[in-house]
Nanobody, 119 residues
């Protein structure tokens, strides 16, 4: 059973940085694509970044996704944070395929971690 646990969220001032972690267990994680999504109250869950064995993508130039295979952990480095980045951030993984921007592409999800950016 694949499990994902996010951590690293919190309260930060605008312009600050945070690094979120997504720790995984229960599978050959180094081969899986992992996506990061976020959801603000009253909005749909939206794609932020993804990483697979061959590529890394991000819709925010301020955000970078990288992996530590030895720790079975994927990170989301977020810089120059803005109040609009306030949301619950989720990581998700899929056994096959590259990273994808669609929530339906992923089979396993973490519980989310809250990021709040104050102005």
């Amino acid at each position: 059973q694949v499990q994902l646990v996010e951590s690293g969220g919190g309260l930060v001032q605008a312009g600050g940085s945070l690094t979120l972690s997504c720790a995984t267990s229960g599978g050959t994680f180094s081969r899986y694509a992992v996506g990061w999504f976020r959801q603000a109250p009253g909005t749909a869950r939206e794609f932020v970044a993804s990483i697979s064995w061959s590529e890394s993508n991000s819709v925010k130039g301020r955000f970078t996704c990288f992996r530590d295979a030895a720790k079975n952990t994927v990170y989301l480095q977020m810089n120059s944070l803005e109040p609009e980045d306030t949301a619950v951030y989720y990581c998700a993984t899929r056994r096959y395929g590259l990273g994808d921007s669609s929530t339906t592409a992923y089979s396993y999800w973490g519980q989310g971690t809250q990021v709040t950016v104050s102005s």
